[in-house]
């Protein structure tokens, strides 16, 4: 088991949290993670480019000449994709493009990315997170005694609104839950904040 030190709100080392190797003590591999990262993008992105096939393209009902004794080659419609103003073969289609990382290799990539942010001293475990006037100008303390400027995620175990209210008007500070917490919005920030709660929670995922 390895050790972490736990901060209080104000920054403030108050004790330690114990860590499991399989989760915070791998080797992170650069292809790895940028084939989880690539399948993450690849999902939230939404396909706008559309081509037609030879079925939607107008016209080409009516055969353009007979099937025999003409010296041309056969043809049953003026909309192949071998003719011009012709149907497109396999063109992009509209639409979302699925990528399925399996269970076990998503586990492993956000296990990989934890480890590298705890290596490099960019993940912080606190106590617990509270803001409970809801403002903002709380929010930005907190973030300074914590030693976080822009790019921080903070990672909770439950919703809370007030915490949610008092961190979006920050820039780039994104506030989420363990259960949405993944292998790109771990690389993709500066500073990853975990509450000793949502650690808990995280782990659960490897039980």
């Not at 709100?9 to 690539?38: M, N, Y």
């Not at 071998?82 to 992009?92: M, S």
């Not at 930005?140 to 909770?156: E, M, N, P």
């Not at 949610?164 to 259960?179: C, E, K, M, Q």
Request: with cysteine.
């Amino acid at each position: 088991m390895m050790e972490a030190p736990l901060l209080s709100v104000k920054g403030e080392e108050i004790g330690k949290v114990s860590l499991r190797d399989d989760v915070f003590g791998l080797k992170p591999r650069t292809q790895f993670l940028h084939e989880a990262v690539t399948a993450i993008l690849a999902n939230k992105r939404t396909w706008s480019a559309n081509t037609k096939t030879r079925d939607e393209v107008s016209g080409g009902g009516k055969k353009p000449w007979k099937q025999k004794h003409t010296g041309r080659a056969r043809a049953g419609s003026s909309r192949s994709p071998l003719w011009r103003h012709g149907g497109v073969t396999f063109g992009p289609r509209a639409g979302k493009v699925r990528v399925e990382l399996p269970r076990g290799k998503s586990r492993l990539a956000l296990a990989q990315a934890l480890s590298a942010r705890l290596k490099d001293g960019r993940l912080i475990f606190v106590d617990s997170i509270s803001c409970d006037d809801g403002r903002t100008k709380s929010a930005a303390a907190v973030l300074k005694s914590l030693g976080c400027a822009s790019r921080t995620i903070l990672v909770l175990d439950r919703s809370n609104e007030m915490l949610t209210r008092a961190f979006r008007n920050i820039p780039d500070v994104a506030v989420i839950l363990s259960g949405d917490l993944n292998v790109y919005a771990a690389m993709n920030c500066r500073k990853l904040v975990m509450t000793k709660a949502a650690l808990e929670a995280l782990l659960g995922r490897w039980n």
